[in-house]
């Protein structure tokens, strides 16, 4: 093998295609909310189990809130504060849910239409 066609070769095709910033997004809210469907339809939750999927969960939508409350965020303003509001209802909802008062139902429907806006 010539040095021209390993380079051609190693140029030529990438190894992982590229991800835009909503495809990643989209990839870890459905891994999220997967883990919340399967924590919450437990007969016998665990609530380790529980916590950490609540945990990733209220850890997401925390990142989402500083992303949309930066300036320079590209999103038009009312799509941002519904975002933050999302996220604040995401913050309230757990603290309900890990006492008890709540289930996860909510949450996983929040997800799964933010799901469906990022794959549109």
């Known amino acids: 093998m010539t ?3 390993r380079a ?10 590229t991800r835009t910033a909503r495809d990643l997004e989209y ?11 399967a924590a919450s339809e ?3 939750i665990e609530l380790p189990v529980l ?13 989402f809130a500083v992303d949309v409350a930066n300036e320079k965020n590209m999103l038009p303003e009312d799509v941002r504060v519904r975002i933050l509001y999302l996220a604040e209802f ?3 909802q757990t603290s309900l849910i890990l006492q008890g008062k709540a289930n996860c139902n909510d ?14």
Do not use: C, D, Q
């Not at 051609?8 to 295609?17: C, G, I, L």
């Not at 916590?51 to 990142?63: G, I, Q, T, V």
């Open 51 to 63: 916590a950490k999927a609540l945990h990733e969960n209220r850890r997401l939508w925390s990142a």
């Open 3 to 5: 040095n021209l066609s």
């Open 90 to 92: 995401t913050w309230h």
């Open 42 to 44: 437990e007969r016998n």
């Open 27 to 37: 990839k870890v809210l459905a891994h999220i909310t997967h883990k919340l469907k």
């Open 107 to 120: 949450l996983i429907s929040v997800n799964m239409s933010i799901l469906r806006g990022l794959k549109n």
């Open 8 to 17: 051609f070769e190693a140029y030529s095709k990438p190894v992982s295609p």
